[in-house]
């Protein structure tokens, strides 16, 4: 496989005292000849000088959300390559899916705009290969200027603006070497972010659609989260979303550490959305106007939010 010119591709990769992974994540994909950018959030462990020593560009930025951040980055990082891959610092790709990358853009993309990744989660070293867990299609390879990032707070997708998506084949991980502790803030700190996607489309009754073009699976996904999910009661919807991912998607299968994570991400942490949606709500019930409930919003999140388009 002939190595790429250095144009083709550019690798993007939000950070914040990353150390532990930074390096991991660039090396995985050092047989690609991308351009690699790192978007900092002013990282104090020396993320930043890993990045560099492996021929990263670095920038800063105030981090607000992982949608404006990256939407930041290709609007003021210089990327001017024909296709960009987007890449969390955890993450990786094994030289099976590396190879496939390169052959997918040396081939024009083969008639397409994008290319999907089935992630596979690892967590504390085992793979969670049920629950609905794998295979967990993502777009994150696509042409520049043929799609967008979905300004959302949480569970943000890039989404083709024309053209079509393939799936590639070949490893692409998800493996954070963080503590259990680290795990159980990240995700008090993603329900905030997801109250206040919630509370915010409630409050603007504002929509929120996916195309087709992005992936199948990944509209059906969102519809069924917000079009049934989000309409049961509070309490009740984790408890059966629990059930049908631990026991009708065959969680149980994955074993101790698998139940451990199945609980902690299907049931607790939608117990925690939930249990933060009526902290929202007992706040606006003294509200007497909408701008009351934005500002009511604002001060329990600490987020300046914009009113949805």
Not at 80 to 97: G, H, N, P, Y
Request: charged share 25%; proline share 2%.
């Amino acid at each position: 496989m002939n190595a790429l010119v250095p144009d083709k591709i550019t690798v993007v990769i939000l950070t914040y005292n990353e150390s532990l992974h930074i390096e991991r994540c660039i090396r995985s994909f050092a047989n690609i000849n991308a351009r690699v950018v790192v978007i900092d959030s002013f990282s104090t462990d020396g993320t930043q000088e890993l990045a560099r020593a492996l021929g990263a560009d670095v920038y800063e930025n105030v981090f607000v959300n992982q949608a404006v951040q990256f939407q930041w980055g290709m609007d003021y990082c210089n990327i001017d390559s024909e296709w960009v891959l987007r890449l969390d610092a955890d993450e990786t790709i094994d030289s099976v899916l590396a190879t496939n990358i390169n052959r997918f853009i040396l081939s024009g993309g083969d008639g397409h705009n994008g290319a999907i990744f089935y992630r596979k989660h690892i967590f504390l070293g085992k793979w969670i290969k049920h629950g609905g867990r794998y295979p967990l299609p993502m777009l994150r390879l696509f042409r520049r200027g043929y799609a967008h990032i979905e300004q959302r707070w949480m569970d943000e997708h890039i989404v083709l603006d024309s053209g079509t998506s393939t799936f590639l084949v070949g490893g692409f991980f998800d493996d954070n070497l963080n503590t259990v502790g680290w795990f159980i803030d990240k995700h008090n700190k993603y329900a905030t972010r997801e109250v206040v996607d919630v509370k915010l489309r409630e409050l603007y009754h504002s929509g929120s659609e996916i195309t087709v073009a992005t992936s199948a699976a990944i509209k059906l996904k969102r519809i069924l989260k917000e079009k049934v999910y989000m309409r049961l009661p509070y309490f009740v919807r984790p408890v059966i979303y629990f059930f049908y991912r631990y026991f009708i998607q065959l969680g149980f299968l994955d074993g101790a550490r698998g139940f451990a994570y199945h609980f902690m991400q299907g049931l607790w942490y939608r117990a925690l959305v939930d249990l933060k949606c009526i902290e929202i709500d007992r706040l606006w019930s003294g509200c007497q106007s909408l701008e009351d409930k934005h500002k009511a919003l604002e001060d329990y999140s600490g987020f300046t939010l914009q009113r949805p388009e």
